[in-house]
């Protein structure tokens, strides 16, 4: 129910003019109130030469035998080990959901403009301590007909249009993966969140950290059990973007709505309290739902709104995370 928005065409909106400086002066609202506070976490808990395999070298006097590379020592004749990284850079990965969904708001921002904020708030923090950072990006697969009415239950998900963007460390390539995520057109249709997000389990990765910026208005068995994977090996972060009319409805009287994943069209009576009270009942149960499955899959939990300064619930919710932390709990 939460999901239906304004009436809009089915076809692509065109994407939002992202000039240099307005990514600049988003970066530069970023460095002012969050800057710091991110910084200073790495994956490794112990000082010392590491524990992440690395490169392997010829073997010289004095190296410590039990990291000796017997494999390519077998494959040379040469008597090589193994190096080993320590875990001092931290790699991050976006998992960026850009579904139709997300091209809806009636507060400040556009949900679509608080993942890009979101995203350049994460890339930014991430690139200033060393560290590396990659995406993938996932929207909508085809174009989804309006329909009056549509009998029997909604069409399938389908992969969606999925692009990897590799994790690398760097200003430049930092401004690249913000670029490239602020100017992804939004497709029509339904994308499937549990294969933008598996798509970071497959091949596994060093462990380090990912955020999984959404709506999450998909349904939770299709995206909960990636979220656990997920978790085994990283710490994980779900940003949830929503706006305050999948909340609640205003009383307008007749409003059309659509679902922009599948063109299904309504006209809702919106002046029936009763109505009302049931669309308020059902996004809370959907709210709740979604909580639980991020919360079941260990994920840290920060919900971004459309109507509310974002910036201020990140460093609220940062500062808690520390705060945690320091007194020896995990969340």
């Given at each position: 129910m939460a999901r239906a928005a304004a009436v809009t065409s089915p076809t692509p909106r065109p994407v939002p003019d992202r000039s240099e400086a307005v990514l600049s002066r988003l970066q530069l609202l970023v460095t002012r109130k969050l800057d710091g506070l991110l910084q200073g976490d790495y994956a490794g808990l112990l000082p010392g030469p590491g524990s992440e395999a690395g490169e392997s070298r010829e073997y010289r006097p004095g190296d410590d035998v039990r990291r000796m590379d017997w494999p390519v020592t077998a494959r040379t004749t040469t008597p090589h080990v193994r190096r080993t990284v320590?875990?001092?850079e931290l790699e991050t990965w976006l998992a960026v959901d850009l579904s139709a969904s997300l091209d809806f708001g009636t507060g400040k921002w556009l949900k679509r403009e608080v993942v890009v904020a979101a995203v350049a708030a994460i890339t930014h923090l991430t690139v200033r301590g060393g560290n590396r950072i990659g995406a993938v990006i996932g929207t909508g697969g085809g174009s989804a007909p309006a329909r009056r009415w549509r009998v029997g239950p909604p069409p399938p998900a389908g992969p969606g249009v999925l692009t990897r963007l590799p994790a690398r460390s760097g200003r430049k390539e930092a401004q690249g993966l913000l670029r490239t995520v602020a100017g992804t057109a939004i497709q029509p249709g339904r994308g499937d969140l549990g294969?933008?997000?598996?798509?970071?389990?497959?091949?596994?990765?060093?462990?380090?950290?990912?955020?999984?910026?959404?709506?999450?208005?998909?349904?939770?068995?299709?995206?909960?059990?990636?979220?656990?994977?997920?978790?085994?090996?990283?710490?994980?972060?779900?940003?949830?973007?929503?706006?305050?009319?999948?909340?609640?409805?205003?009383?307008?009287?007749?409003?059309p709505v659509v679902d922009p994943e599948t063109g299904e069209l309504h006209e809702v009576q919106t002046a029936d309290p009763r109505l009302r009270q049931r669309y308020a009942d059902a996004a809370t149960a959907q709210r709740a739902a979604i909580a639980a499955a991020l919360r079941g899959a260990g994920a840290a939990h920060l919900r971004l709104r459309t109507d509310r300064d974002w910036l201020l619930d990140m460093v609220r919710f940062v500062a808690a995370q520390r705060h945690a932390r320091t007194r020896g709990t995990t969340r």
């Open positions: 320590a875990d001092r294969a933008l997000i598996e798509m970071l389990n497959r091949p596994p990765r060093r462990r380090g950290v990912v955020v999984v910026v959404s709506d999450f208005l998909a349904p939770p068995e299709q995206w909960a059990r990636p979220m656990r994977k997920l978790r085994v090996r990283h710490d994980v972060l779900a940003i949830e973007v929503i706006d305050p009319r999948e909340l609640e409805l205003p009383d307008v009287g007749v409003l």
